[in-house]
């Protein structure tokens, strides 16, 4: 077996793989990808049962237009809840480039684990008035801060424990979210499906989150077994004093144009995850209509991802990315239009399959690209703080901005305004990221 001997994407000279080195890439894209799973799963299955926890937790009771302002404080603290995870990438991608990754990548499992446990526990405000919101918001701050220092971490221990087809390997970081998708969709079909209204609200909605509990100690216990990556052994002497400082200060233009790449992945799966909330309340599509949508979308990106990578390993991450883009920025006003003008199950289906298909191919390659803008001493604060000034920016308001912005303006369309705009965005990092850093 041959491997490439530079970055990802450009491939020259070829060195051997051993079968030990291929064996330790299978065994990192299982152990960074669980963790991912869990935040992801968590994720989504609390942007898709927000009407459930809206009710349950934030509508004021007897008030006029309660509905509406329960979903906007639901989604209000859902984006609360990312103002934390910059700071958790400062402290925790400083630390896995200090400490190296194995450590950080325990720590965020761990905290990953008892934030699920709080959601799923929670007391609804029946039980303790007001204050339940509170205990739902300090669940988002705990899974925010872990999520922070997740991906970065993560990714550079998948990428730097990859011997060759780093775009493949990096993918399965987002084919993973795929899976988690799939998962939190199905349980809002089959839960919002086959039980009846008292049922779902009283505990059905809780069982995704006691599932997602599930995942954490299997993950937990293969990180524990991992070992650090070679990269990391390599650099133990010349690591930064301060990786934070180095990356703000002087890779600035790098986190800076790596956040504007982000921003069309993160979208487009908040976007996805809105789609139940906005066919069931702007559409007066059925409850379980959103999320038939979210399972195929859930497939194609298991399936895309990957696919993604290895085509991006043969011409390149930012082409792959960049065509995917292009073809978004395009298609999104068109798509939104014939779902307004003809809302049904099977039109959202579409609409959901056609974003989760350009999705796998823009993230598909992400993970690489951003490991190749970073150099290991900091690369794990670098990717951090991107990827989450990234998400944070332009995906984790992302819900609660599309429903003010269909609620404001009264135009079923704005959620492809925003989708636009933020593909515009990414399509500059993307060029900067091409003519300023030489990443194909």
């Not at 720590?107 to 007391?123: F, H, Q, Y």
């Amino acid at each position: 077996m041959r491997r490439a001997a530079t970055g990802p994407g450009a491939p020259s000279a070829t060195t051997t793989v051993t079968a030990a080195e291929r064996s330790r890439a299978r065994r990192a894209v299982v152990a960074s990808s669980i963790g991912n799973a869990l935040e992801w799963f968590d994720i989504i299955v609390y942007s898709s049962f927000a009407v459930v926890i809206s009710a349950l937790f934030f509508e004021p009771a007897g008030q006029a237009g309660g509905q509406t302002t329960g979903i906007l404080l639901t989604f209000g603290t859902f984006a609360v809840s990312y103002l934390v995870r910059p700071i958790g990438a400062m402290v925790l991608g400083s630390f896995a480039d200090r400490h190296g990754r194995k450590g950080a990548l325990t720590l965020t499992i761990m905290l990953m684990m008892l934030g699920t446990l709080i959601m799923a526990c929670a007391p609804t405000t029946a039980v303790m008035g007001p204050a339940a919101a509170l205990v739902i918001l300090l669940a988002r701050l705990i899974q925010g801060f872990s999520a922070g220092g997740e991906f970065g971490t993560a990714t550079a221990f998948l990428i730097e424990n990859a011997p060759d087809r780093k775009a493949f390997y990096g993918s399965w970081q987002v084919a993973t979210q795929g899976v988690s998708m799939f998962l939190a969709s199905a349980f809002g079909f089959t839960l919002f499906t086959f039980l009846d209204h008292d049922a779902l609200y009283s505990w059905g909605w809780r069982i995704p989150f006691f599932f997602g509990l599930l995942i954490g100690p299997v993950g937990l216990y293969i990180r524990l077994r991992m070992e650090e990556t070679p990269d990391f052994a390599a650099e133990r002497g010349n690591l930064a004093k301060s990786p934070l400082t180095a990356t703000i200060v002087h890779a600035a233009p790098r986190w800076l144009a790596s956040a504007a790449i982000v921003g069309l992945a993160s979208v487009s799966v908040y976007l996805i995850l809105f789609m139940p909330t906005y066919s069931v309340q702007n559409l007066e599509l059925p409850s379980y209509a959103g999320y038939l949508g979210g399972i195929i979308s859930g497939v194609v990106t298991l399936i895309g991802a990957p696919l993604a990578g290895k085509v991006a390993d043969r011409i390149g991450c930012v082409r792959v990315m960049l065509g995917a883009a292009v073809v978004a920025v395009v298609v999104a006003f068109p798509l939104f239009l014939m779902l307004v003008a003809s809302p049904s199950v099977a039109m959202l289906t579409v609409v959901q399959v056609v974003l989760g298909i350009l999705m796998a191919a823009y993230f598909g390659p992400l993970p690489a690209l951003l490991a190749d803008m970073f150099p290991t001493n900091i690369r794990t604060t670098g990717m951090s703080i991107s990827y989450n000034v990234g998400v944070t920016l332009f995906g984790g308001f992302a819900p609660l901005i599309l429903a003010w912005l269909v609620n404001s303006t009264g135009s079923l369309l704005a959620p492809s305004y925003y989708y636009i705009v933020i593909g515009l965005i990414s399509i500059v990092g993307l060029v900067v990221a091409r003519r300023s850093f030489g990443k194909r």
